[in-house]
């Protein structure tokens, strides 16, 4: 059984960074590809990043990109999400995902077969 533990999350002012991790353990991580999803109060969850677990290709949605980097550090089985320039409508729960069949990644949460419990990040302004 994979598990995922995200870490990281908390209050920070706009204009602030954040480093999410995401721990993997019970399998190794290189296979799979990883995505990064957040879900704001009332509204679904939405798509931030990913990252294939093939040559490391990246994804970002437009709202973020130039913003956050995604990465992973497959020796140490973890995740990152490098979030700089934060914005309040970046508050939301962050989750990680694992995607075992998509070798370039997915923006598809159905896709995503194991799932973290979530970080709060709060964006204040």
């Known amino acids: 059984q994979v598990q995922l533990v995200e870490s990281g999350g908390g209050l920070v002012q706009a204009g602030g960074s954040l480093r999410l991790s995401c721990a993997v353990s019970g399998r190794t991580l290189s296979r799979y590809s990883m995505g990064w999803f957040r879900q704001a109060p009332g509204k679904e969850r939405e798509f931030v990043a990913l990252i294939g677990r093939s040559v490391g290709r990246t994804y970002y949605t437009d709202s973020v990109k130039g913003r956050f980097t995604i990465s992973r550090d497959n020796a140490k089985n973890t995740v990152y999400l490098q979030m700089n320039s934060l914005k309040p409508e970046d508050t939301a729960v962050y989750y990680c995902?694992?995607?075992?069949?998509?070798?370039?990644?997915?923006?598809?949460?159905?896709?995503?077969?194991?799932w973290g419990q979530g970080t709060q990040v709060t964006v204040s302004s």
């Open positions: 995902a694992a995607d075992g069949d998509s070798p370039l990644g997915t923006m598809a949460p159905r896709s995503y077969e194991y």
